[in-house]
């Protein structure tokens, strides 16, 4: 199912109480693609992030979603369009894994309606899909799963909201590399499988490299440089931005770009 949403930022700025992180961002996310948002710390990208999903409000421009400012749609009508899974989820104490992805189902409900068939399917389809694989988890409580398997349930929450557009903050933060794969490679189905828009903060460069269609890179608040991997990640720009000597080659299992850091202690004898 493809997205015909329309997602855009007109020169937003943005921060916290008295300062602003975001100076003048224009940005538009390409429909139904991986879109990663990379760049140093502190250099805005949580912060651009949260404004497009309307977790911030700007100081200053607009994010506009199908012509419209996002701040103007009633909130649980934009909750059946953006979905957004945040860079460290809390979920209430001792609650199951079926009732934490049931929650997903809030913005399709009314106070009189209650839960309908639909909202039971979704549930269970979200967990019951091959690239889940939580379903035998349903009855067990999330504070006893691995770090993978609660990033797992979390998406599947995301994914029974049912929505057109999921913005996921640093979503492989404080996992292996092992989870990191996995939660990528998940991520990648759901983007192949039913076409959603993806919108996502990574730090591993490489990792955004290879999984990202389309690459937003951010210093100081501004927006340096986008566009897809092959054709952005140069020494240059990775220069530029991390302030880190590299060479970019090509990753021999993906052909993406892959970044090495030359250090100091690059030459051995």
Known sequence: ???????????????????????????????????????????????????????IKPIAGEVILDGKSIHKIPPKKLAKVLGVLPQSPIA???????????RGRFPHQSLLSGWS????????????????????????????????????????????????ILFLDEPTTFLDITYQVEILDLLTDLNRRFGTTIVMVLHD???????????????????IAEGRPSDIITDE??????????????DPVSKSPMIVPRGRYHVFS
């Open 117 to 164: 068939e639909k909202d039971y399917q979704a549930v269970e389809e979200a967990m019951d899909m091959d690239m889940m694989g939580i379903t035998e988890l349903a009855n067990r409580h999330i504070d006893e799963l691995s770090g993978g398997q609660r990033q797992r349930v979390w998406i599947a929450m995301a994914l029974a909201q049912q929505t057109d």
């Open 205 to 223: 460069i490489n990792l955004a490299a290879r999984y990202a269609d389309y690459i937003f890179a951010l210093r100081k608040g501004e927006l």
């Open 237 to 250: 720009l990775i220069k530029e931005i991390f302030e880190l000597d590299c060479t970019v080659i090509e």
């Open 1 to 55: 199912m493809k997205s015909h949403h329309k997602l855009q930022t007109e020169q937003i700025a943005a921060g916290y109480e008295n300062k602003k992180i975001l100076h003048g961002i224009d940005v538009e996310i390409p429909n139904n693609q991986i879109n990663v948002i990379i760049g140093p710390n502190a250099c805005g990208k949580s912060t651009l992030l949260k404004t497009m999903a309307r977790l």
């Open 92 to 102: 209430p104490e001792g609650i199951s894994v079926a009732d934490l992805v049931g």
